[in-house]
Structures are given as C-alpha cells and as structure tokens.
C-alpha cells in the first residue's frame, strides 16, 4: 500500500504524446515522428464543416444541451440532467476532489497517474492499492479505479463495482470510475446506472474518436453533483467547434461501429506482431499493448531511435506501452524493427 501524501502532489506527472521531448532526447531519430506513446485512435473521426459563427459567437446553452442529450444516448445514461461536459476528462479529475471534504481515498494502482495526486492536492489522505476491498469490510470515504484500466488493461466487472458502489453509498462514501477505455469495452460500462447514489463516471471523447486536440471529457453522476461540478466549472465550458463535432459524433452509430471493428482487427495485429518477434505483450485494451522487453534489450530507445515514440515507465522499468501506427507503411516499419530484436 503507498500513500500518495507522500509524493509530491504538485509533480508533473509522465505522460505520452511529447515530441518536443522525443526530439530533445533522441536528434538523430528519423523525422517525422511516428506517435505511438498516446494510446488514441490514429484513425480520427472525420470533422465536419465548422460554420464561421462557432469559432466567433461564444457556445450558446442549447447546444450544450444538444451535446449533452448526444451524450446520454450514446453512453446509455438515462437522463441527460445526469452529466456535464467539460474541456477534456483532466479538468474534472483535477476539480472533482474539491466537491467533498477531505476523507481517506483508496486508488486501485497501477493506473492512470493524474488521479491519485489530484485527491491529495485537495487535502484527502489518499492510499494506491492492489486490490478491490470487500463490500462487507472496512471501506474509505472514495473508491477509485481505471476501468479497462490503463496502462494493463485490468477489468474489474460492472457487478463487482455495483456492489462496491452500493457499500460505498450507504456510508455516504463514492465509487468514481474513469471509463476513458470504455467506448471499446461497452459492456463494463456503469452509465445505465448513473442517478444511484455515490457512483460517479469519468468519460474522455478524445481518445476512442481520435481527437484528443478537441478537449473534451464528462462526468456522470446524481444530478445534485453534476450541477454542484457546472457550477465549479462556470459558463461556456466547451468551445463552440467542440460542442458541434462532438454531437455529431456521438450521434454516428456507424461510425463507431466500424471504427470497434477497425480497432479490434489492428488491436490482432499488432498483438500477433509482437507474439511473433519474441516480444511479450502482458496486457492493454483494442487502442495499445502494454509490452516487457526483451532481456537485455531496451526497447523503448531501440524504437525511439528508429522514429517511433512510445510511453515508458520509470516506476516499472522494462515495461512500455505502444498504440497503432497510422498507415501500413508504419506498420510495416514497426514489424521489421520488432524482428531484428
């Protein structure tokens, strides 16, 4: 068990997608830079036409509504009172342990970085497990996990976490679950629950559909939280553009049909990829591979000095993680460079 007090709650935490960074540490690297360390879908959705008007005139509230009501269809939330947007998941994991007072808080660890120093800056004894606990025994304030989580892909099922949530309400206490990964895995989502007491959902846009630039996150929960985050939160919380794509988005079934079944068929590759050049995958979801190199090799600079940028570890060395080249070529790059070790 590790206390997050202890670390430096105002450290910058690791995160992928720096190549200002990757340049710095590798100059001789082929240019450009082939971006694997983010674990979002390479295959964006396609944007639609931005009227001129979205990009001067503030967003007007019934397009929040709009983007808000697309949001409850596609997650399965039963009323879209049940939810508030806002510029990106960061924003509601940094602001949401200032809506209770401080408590004990257990993370289930190793997961997502940016969670368990947020609950400490807000003054919570915060606590990284291993484990879940039981319903029936002693249980903190806040419960919180990655579900699939990242970086390994751990799954914890939605009748185990339901049950916790239940426990966790009847002391007043919350269960927050981040289901960034969940647009891939529908079936472990909590949404149809949302409105129970105490449970709380972190969703995230921009990964599953590509566009992390567009910042863009949810927070499900009873509709006296929700409404106690917009207020935290204040006016004009999504930009125009965003609140357009978005609802769009959310609304293409097809879409997001084929792109699951584009995701689970690179998801085979890539896994029957490594498997092939000797290189173990021990975990990850449809959009990366959370892989352990070689003995004796250093995996993570043998591709970064081919051009290829992926998400290191320094608290578990030897592990990486890496998402899907965008094109065959890539691919095809990635394969050869995987083989030669």
Same mark, same amino acid.
């Given at each position: ?19 200002? $960074? ?76 200032? @809506? ?29 497990? $291993? ?101 935290? @939160? ?69 591709? $970064? ?37």
């Amino acid at each position: 068990m590790v206390s997050a007090n202890s670390m430096e709650a105002g450290a910058a935490q690791p995160h992928g997608g720096d190549l200002a $960074a990757a340049s710095a540490l590798f100059p001789q690297a082929p240019r450009p830079w082939i971006d694997l360390s983010t674990g979002i879908n390479p295959w964006p959705y396609p944007l639609p036409d931005i009227p001129a008007s979205a990009w001067a005139r503030l967003p007007e509230p019934a397009q929040e509504r709009a983007l808000c009501a697309a949001a409850a269809t596609a997650y399965g939330v039963a009323d879209p009172a049940l939810l508030v947007a806002a510029p990106g998941s960061q924003i509601l994991i940094q602001t949401l342990p200032f @809506l209770r007072a401080p408590g004990h808080v257990q993370v289930l660890a190793p997961t997502y970085g940016e969670h368990a120093p947020a609950w400490a800056r807000a003054g919570h004894r915060v606590e990284q497990v $291993a484990g879940l606990p039981s319903p029936d025994g002693p249980l903190p304030d806040v419960l919180l996990l990655v579900n699939p989580n990242n970086p390994d892909g751990r799954i914890v099922p939605p009748a185990s976490l339901l049950a916790l949530a239940d426990a966790l309400a009847a002391r007043g206490g919350w269960l927050v679950v981040d289901e960034a990964f969940c647009d891939l895995m529908q079936e472990l989502s909590l949404a149809p629950g949302i409105g129970r007491p105490g449970l709380l959902v972190l969703r995230s846009f921009g990964k599953f559909y590509g566009l992390a630039g567009l910042r863009l996150g949810f927070l499900l929960g009873p509709e006296s939280l929700v409404a106690a985050m917009a207020d935290r @939160l204040g006016p004009w919380r999504v930009a125009g553009p965003a609140l357009l794509v978005a609802s769009q988005a959310l609304a293409d079934i097809d879409w997001q049909t084929a792109t699951r079944a584009r995701l689970a068929s690179a998801h085979q590759s890539l896994k029957t990829a490594l498997t092939e050049a000797g290189i173990e995958p021990v975990g990850g979801t449809a959009l990366f591979q959370l892989v352990r190199s070689p003995d004796g090799v250093d995996l993570f600079t043998a591709l $970064a000095q081919a051009g290829f940028w992926t998400r290191r570890f320094p608290d578990r060395p030897g592990l990486i993680r890496l998402g899907h080249p965008p094109d065959a070529h890539s691919f095809g790059r990635l394969c050869q460079i995987l083989r030669s070790y």
